[in-house]
Nanobody, 126 residues
Framework: QVQLVESGGGLVQAGGSLSLSCAASGRIISPYVMGWFRQAPGNKREFVARISWSGSSTNYADSVKGRFTISRDNAKNTVYLQMNSLKPEDTAVYYC???????????????????WGQGTQVTVSS
């Protein structure tokens, strides 16, 4: 089994920055694609970003492109999400997700991921 634990959420003013981390533990079988999703109250869970096992491939939702950066450190089994120029509409619970799969078979659909963290709240005030 794989466990994912997010950290780093909090309250920030619009225009500010936050960095999220997701530590993976357990039986991680490579290649392990990881991603970030978010869910605001009353909304469906939506894709934010994903990263390949090597870190050489990334993909972002249009709404965060140019503001958010996903990265990973496989030595620490950790994926990061650096969020800059935050907007009130970025307010949501952010979830880390992962799946053992090749990059070509991964995507932005939450159903494509096997493992999920418990989520961390990000609140951006105007």
């Amino acid at each position: 089994q794989v466990q994912l634990v997010e950290s780093g959420g909090g309250l920030v003013q619009a225009g500010g920055s936050l960095s999220l981390s997701c530590a993976a533990s357990g039986r991680i079988i490579s290649p392990y694609v990881m991603g970030w999703f978010r869910q605001a109250p009353g909304n469906k869970r939506e894709f934010v970003a994903r990263i390949s096992w090597s870190g050489s491939s990334t993909n972002y939702a249009d709404s965060v492109k140019g503001r958010f950066t996903i990265s990973r450190d496989n030595a620490k089994n950790t994926v990061y999400l650096q969020m800059n120029s935050l907007k009130p509409e970025d307010t949501a619970v952010y979830y880390c997700a992962g799946k053992t799969t090749i990059w070509a078979n991964s995507g932005a659909n939450s159903g494509q991921y096997s493992h999920w963290g418990q989520g961390t709240q990000v609140t951006v005030s105007s």
